[in-house]
């Protein structure tokens, strides 16, 4: 692979995160720029965060893989989303070139969580083990799912586990350490053991 080559690829980013690294992103997604709307430069945007309310009047997110800064010129809510107008892009025009582009926020930017609660950048990449040490792999992903997240484990062979995030199932969480602890149920063991 040649040097610009190399250069590209590690300009690649987590998609979740939009940044270069997944363990320690500095970017996380808040949303989806959809389509334009009207003729005021407004656009929907899907919601990715847990915490709309923050996306208001002056707040600068990110744009794209570029991450492009934008300010939020107006906010408001629509029955698919919510409508932001950017300073960047004053009408639907200018907005005919950036659909369905992520937005981000910065990392320093988003709402500590209370104890026992997580971000989903802070789960992917832990080391998963059972109760009893044995370890089952690495958590690659969070599904999102209507009646709780999944997480899915991936071991070293390549075969993936699928945990429910429950509180039977999830026993512990040490982000310094970056390990999880979980206790399989019978019905999510591994079918090699």
Known sequence: MTSQRRRLAARRRNKETGS???SEPDFVSV????RPHGLRGE????????????LQKGKVLYLGE???????RSRRGHN???????????????LQNIRNLPLYARIEDIP???????????????EVVEERGDGLGILVQVLDTSANDVYIVQSERG????????KE??????LEKKLMTVRLLPGLRPKSD
């Open 169 to 174: 199932v999830i026993r512990g969480v040490d």
């Open 80 to 94: 698919e989303g919510i409508l932001l107008a950017f300073q960047e892009f004053p009408d639907k025009e200018s």
């Open 66 to 72: 570029d991450q492009l800064p934008v300010t939020i």
């Open 43 to 54: 656009a929907l945007v899907s919601i990715d965060t847990d915490f709309p309310e923050r």
């Open 31 to 34: 949303g989806i720029l959809r």
């Open 112 to 126: 500590k969580l209370p104890a026992g609660e997580y971000y989903r950048h802070q789960l992917i990449g832990l």
């Open 20 to 22: 270069l690294s997944k």
């Open 159 to 166: 075969e993936e586990i699928l945990l429910p995030a429950t």
